[in-house]
Each structure stands twice: as C-alpha cells, then as structure tokens.
Nanobody
Framework: EVQLVESGGGLVQAGGSLRLSCAAS????????ITWFRQAPGKEREGISC????????YYADSVLGRFTLSSDSAKNTVYLQMNSLKTEDTADYYC????????????WGKGTLVTVLS
C-alpha cells in the first residue's frame, strides 16, 4: 500500500521554526520527486518546494526561498522540510506529494499537517 504521512505541524510563534516530515512507503522512493504544497484558508494550493530524491536537487518558491530547506533520508524513505523564520502568512495545511517530476502530475498525496504561526 502506498502511503505518504506528514508530521511535525503545530503552533509556533512568528520567527520560530518547525520541521515537517514526509514518510513514504509502498513505492520506489529514490525514483520520485517529493513536492511540498500548502493551502491556506480561502487560498489556492501552492507548491512551495520540491526535492528530486534520486539526485538531491531542490527547488523553492520565492515565498519560502532562504527560509525553508529540504532534505531527504533514503534509509528512512523520509523527506524533511525545515521551516525557519516563520511568518503568519505561512499558516496553512501542508501536504507532501510524490511524482515523477516536481510540482505537476502528482501520483501520491499525503493527508496533510497543519501549521499555525501566531503573531
């Protein structure tokens, strides 16, 4: 069974940090790209960052560049999203998804984890 399970969300003060995890199972982890999306209330879903697990290439949206960092642990089939200098506008449901390319045509989705940044 294919699964993507996000964890690490929660409440944090503005300026603080959180680390989200995306644990994958049921597919060949190293053959995929893992994209993190977020969706804030009343807003469209936004792709914010992606890692090509096989070669470690990472991509970031301008809104998170310099504050968020992706990494992966192939031994644990897990991708981490380190989020620093959090802002209230980072408040959203965060989802990870797996696909053969970043941002488009995702094959698998997690159920999400909520991040709330307090002012």
């Amino acid at each position: 069974e294919v699964q993507l399970v996000e964890s690490g969300g929660g409440l944090v003060q503005a300026g603080g940090s959180l680390r989200l995890s995306c644990a994958a199972s049921g597919f060949t982890f190293d053959s995929y790209a893992i994209t993190w999306f977020r969706q804030a209330p009343g807003k469209e879903r936004e792709g914010i960052s992606c890692i090509s697990v096989g070669d470690g290439s990472t991509y970031y949206a301008d809104s998170v560049l310099g504050r968020f960092t992706l990494s992966s642990d192939s031994a644990k089939n897990t991708v981490y999203l380190q989020m620093n200098s959090l802002k209230t506008e980072d408040t959203a449901d965060y989802y990870c998804a797996a696909g053969t390319v970043c941002y488009y045509g995702m094959d698998y989705w997690g159920k999400g984890t909520l991040v709330t940044v307090l002012s």
